[in-house]
Structure formats: C-alpha cells, structure tokens
C-alpha cells in the first residue's frame, strides 16, 4: 500500500476523535517486515561516510516553520514523541508511514514524507510526572486487522488499551497502579506475538517487588489480558520484575533476547531481562543519567535513544547477546535531531525515531518535534561474531 495510505482509528470514554473514515474505506496495508530481506532503500538514508554519523548533511537549510529540508524527516510540528510505529513501508520508493504518539497531549497521528500529520485519535490523559501517551505499538498481523495497542494514564490508572477501525477502543489491561512518578510503559512483541507491557512501579518500589501487582512489571499477556501460553507461572501475568520507570522495550530479531530501558534510583540502565526473574545486575549504566529513552534491538547493536542529551547510543553486541565496545554516540553533533525519546527499529541498519526537545532543556527548532528515519554510518557499533 502507498504510503499516505489511511488508518483511521476510533475512541471512546475519555477519548475525543475527529470524525474519520468508515471501515468500508480502509484496504490492507503492506507489512513491515525490518529483518526479512534485503534492506530497503528508505526516505533520508544518508551517505555512510566516516564520521557523519547519520547526521543532516551541511547543505540542508534550516526548517522554515514546519517545513523541514532535512530528507530525513518524515514528520513535523509534533509535540514530544513518546512512541513511533511504522505501519507501511513501499518498497517501490523507500516512503515509510508511521504512527507517532505525543505524551503530554495525548494525540496519535499519522506522519509520512511531505505530508501534514494526521490525528487519527486523541485521549484524555494524566501527563503530570511521566504518564500519558506513552507508547504505541501496532499488532504483529496489523496488515490484516489495523490493531494499534497504546498505554495509557488515566486520572486513575495506567492501561493498555486496543484499538481497530471501525469501533471503539478496547480496554485489555487496566488497574495498572498509578502514582506520583513511575507511571510510562512500554509495548512490545515477542518472537510468539505475545504482547509485552512493561510497567512503572508508582513511586513504590515494594509494589516491583510484589508478584500481586501489576507494577513495576514486565507482563506477558494474550490478546484478552491474560497470562499469555508459555508464561514462567502459567497463572500470571509476569515475565520479570524490579522496574522502576521504564521507558523502552524492545526485542532482537531473532528473538532470542528482550532488552529493556530504565531510570532507577542510582542510573539509568539498560537490562537484558530473564524470564520469570526479578532486574539482576544491568547490562550497562549510566550514573551521569542522560535520560535513557526507547530502544531498538538489532543483530549486531542495541540503539538507546537519549532525552536529556544529544542524539542516541549504540551499543554493539555479539552474537551472544554480550557486549564488544563501548556505547558509540550517534546524531549528537549540531547536524543531528537534538533529544530523542523513541526508537523503533527498520533494519539492522536503520531505525525510526521521535524527538523530545519541547521538554524542559530542550532546544527545539521550527520543526520540532520531529520523527525521522536515520541510519547507522559503517563503523557506528558493529558487533563481532
């Protein structure tokens, strides 16, 4: 399917909407496969020359208002991106549509190259601390049924909640506890199509330790909330504990590891998590905090977007899982996209990201904030075999 394709979705409750199309309307989108084949040649993929890191070349003028020369860019004038979602790619010329989540005003909406983004759904949310709209994830078979998943915070609670054209959005977790701070979640998929929700703790740390909650969480859960097949305890929700604020989630292509983004108490950290076990000892830290933010797992890397600095970091891995350097900065010079809250990844070459530089020590441009298709330069975070 083109690109400007449509994907109207629908909301209910404390939920407001535009009026959008009805479902007679809608036809099957092409399905993002990052990892299968060769990669494709997508929008803003920018020479790999060394040390340009992925950055904008020096000829691209300023943005003019919402209007953004870099090529890279594929939406603009949005409002801190907590969540970005490919949901089409033509493969005829590299456009990608995506969905974009802003945290603070509760809006979902529809970007793609040298269009005007599109709401396609708004949700009255709590953004006070870190809640909101905090992540957006579409279905493992979206090309056939346009299932969106978002988390939410609500004036009582944080939930997970479906969306499909056509009706109004489903509730499929809630209760999730809510508090002063620790209230972003993250969504994933793993390699079964499992559905993975990693929580908040609420500002309570014992409630992350508490195999009755749902805070502070990693939940494996099926499409009706409940414990999915194949679980550490069949009658639970939990696939691993000991979150604190949680702020990306994400999976390896193959499967075979779940990374896991998150602001503790002492630094920020990224986990490799275990099944059924409490956050043992991070994979990496960061006592400087620089805000860790979304990730995106590839072959040979881990990418970790950065919201209280520059661009973001890659850390190359083996093919292990195990680490063979230091982190390696990317987009954090002058020609990058200034703070990135959301990383999903394309390939193992490439990935989407979301911009956060309307938050406090931001330094926005004209086009801020922005989603952007920005790829690895050759050397930037190679593992080794």
Known sequence: MLAGSAVGLLAVGCASFPEQPTPAGWSSQVQLTPQAGPTPELPGELPQSPGQGGQAPSSVPPPQGCQDFNPAV?????DRVSGVAPIAVDQSTGSVTALA????????VRVAKDAEAVQVARFEVDASADGGLTAVLPSPTYAEDQLVY??????????????????????????????????????????????????????????????????GKVLRIDSSGGPARGNPTASSRVFASGLSAPTGLCVSPDGA????????????????????????????????????????????????????????????????????????????????????GAVVGLSDQAALVGTVNKTPGGTPVSSDDRVAVVVKPEGVGGGKD
Request: charged letters at 20%; glycine letters at 14%; proline letters at 7%.
């Open 101 to 108: 989540s802003e945290r603070t005003t509760g809006r979902l």
């Open 150 to 215: 978002a988390y939410v915070t609500t004036a009582t609670d944080n939930r997970v909640l479906r969306i499909a054209p056509g009706d109004v959005p489903k509730p499929v977790l809630t209760g999730i506890p809510k508090g002063a701070s620790g209230n972003r979640g993250a969504l994933a998929h793993d390699a079964s199509g499992a559905l993975l929700v990693a929580t908040g703790d609420a500002g309570n740390r014992a409630l992350a330790a508490d195999p009755n909650s749902l805070a």
């Open 257 to 340: 590891r779940t990374w896991l983004t998150d602001v503790g108490a002492g630094a920020d950290a990224l986990h490799r998590l275990e099944a059924g076990k409490a956050l043992g000892t991070p994979a990496w830290t960061w006592p400087d905090r620089p805000g860790l933010a979304g990730c995106a797992a590839a072959a040979d890397s881990v990418w970790v977007g950065l919201s209280n600095k520059n661009g973001l970091l890659v850390l190359p891995t083996n093919q292990d899982g195990s680490f063979s350097g230091e982190p390696a900065p990317m987009l954090d010079g002058d020609g990058g996209f200034g703070r990135i």
């Open 74 to 78: 594929i939406g603009t004038c949005l």
